[in-house]
């Protein structure tokens, strides 16, 4: 589940996932729609996530999440700690990122490249580790080093009706 910060007269959404289904509101699983976590074939967020998160905000509500993106450093070295190939790996440039949140009705506040701040970083463990998980985590930091992924940090806030 999200988490959320409470600050005076605004709602800050902290997602570092989508909702499951049973966390979403019954009409959005009607018959006939599709699901706003459903993957692409072209993968990243699709403009209809986006618009699924600024229908849940406030006006005025921000939105942030932390992003691994493709750099232009090459293609990634796979399996990364999130897929095995490059038919799974979901992942878009950061410009393409910031024109899906912006086609769902998000206007894009900041977004800053954190992939200096990840460098290194070994702290973050999986619930379920893979047997290869230090191959893979080596792969991340190998790409990111290169420039293959970027890391970055995006705050967003929701259009004005």
Do not use: Y
């Amino acid at each position: 589940m999200p988490g959320f910060v409470k600050r005076p007269r605004r709602t800050i959404v902290v997602a570092n996932r989508l909702p499951r289904k049973s966390e979403m509101p019954p009409h959005a699983s009607a018959a006939g729609s599709k699901p706003a976590r459903s993957p692409t074939p072209a993968g990243g967020l699709r403009s209809s996530q986006a618009a699924e998160v600024a229908r849940v905000l406030k006006p005025d509500g921000h939105f942030s999440c932390n992003e691994i993106a493709l750099g232009s450093g090459g293609d990634p070295i796979f399996p990364l700690a999130w897929t095995d190939d490059e038919a799974s790996r979901f992942l878009v440039s950061p410009a393409k990122m910031r024109a899906a949140l912006e086609a769902g009705s998000l206007c894009v506040i900041e977004q800053v490249d954190l992939t200096a701040t990840r460098l290194g970083e070994t702290g973050r463990q999986p619930v379920i580790e893979r047997d290869d998980f230090p191959l893979r985590l080596h792969n991340l930091q190998n790409c990111l080093a290169d420039e293959r992924l970027v890391a970055e940090f995006i705050l967003a806030k929701k259009k004005s009706a």
